[in-house]
């Protein structure tokens, strides 16, 4: 048996994004078929309990191409010289950590790597402490930076910005809840399946005017919100990574 959270976009409320743990049977290995029979066993312990639930995996693993297509590894932004960043990857090159060695990165080399190369660099696991985060898509904009509280909230902005301006983003407002099978939050606290979620929740709310807004005013529009997020209780679940 594993627990995974599944994250429901709340309407109405004192909270953005309801988070419910959810048991079910886990089915171990990496190939493709073994974490669908996962994401078919979580999903069907949630319906269980909420059969009028219409569920969405976000992730490479999921079967419906929409929540392919949402991967943080698939999702990016296209920068002013026409390049794709991916999201993944943009974030990963903007962190900044301090040592004894000093201030080490952020490592905008990673920005333009495969997600997959960027998140497992050894630039990022052998440099110190989680300082901030540094954010600079091109070389014509001044850095800026990002604390670590709210937690995920850098993770969540990006992710929004490159959502918000896909074609197809008003399809994920047909579900009601998100899960991915990815995300282990005894390792990490940023999640797609939550920034999505986030995402429906503002859009539903009617407080995102056609962009997302800049880092202060995204900061103060969240907290206006009793924030449940994939940090919550175990203190295990702090890890940035």
């Not at 419910?20 to 949630?46: E, M, T």
């Not at 943009?90 to 997959?116: D, N």
Request: charged share 25%; hydrophobic share 35%.
């Amino acid at each position: 048996m594993a627990n995974r959270p599944i994250f429901i976009p709340k309407i109405h409320g004192p909270t953005l994004v309801e988070i419910v743990n959810v048991d079910f049977s886990w089915s171990p290995g990496l190939s493709i078929s073994q974490k669908r029979r996962s994401i078919a066993s979580l999903h069907g312990s949630f319906s269980k309990r909420f059969p009028e639930a219409k569920l969405l995996e976000i992730s490479s693993k999921s079967e419906d191409e929409l929540g392919r297509k949402l991967s943080a590894f698939n999702m990016g932004i296209t920068s002013k010289n026409g390049q794709f960043i991916n999201v993944e990857s943009l974030f990963q090159s903007s962190k900044v950590f301090t040592s004894s060695g000093g201030i080490q990165g952020p490592f905008r080399e990673l920005m333009l790597a495969p997600p997959k190369e960027a998140k497992q660099s050894e630039k990022l696991k052998n440099s110190g402490k989680l300082k901030h985060f540094s954010f600079r898509p091109n070389e014509q904009r001044d850095e800026e930076v990002w604390e670590l509280e709210p937690k995920t909230a850098f993770y969540d902005w990006l992710y929004l910005n490159a959502l918000n301006i896909v074609p197809w983003n008003k399809e994920v407002l047909a579900y009601t809840a998100f899960t991915d099978i990815e995300f282990n939050p005894s390792k990490s606290i940023n999640c797609q399946a939550y920034s999505v979620a986030l995402w429906c929740a503002l859009r539903l709310r009617g407080l995102l005017d056609g962009t997302i807004p800049p880092r202060d005013a995204f900061i103060s529009l969240i907290s206006r919100f009793d924030i449940h997020n994939t940090s919550d209780g175990d203190k295990k679940n702090m890890s940035l990574f």
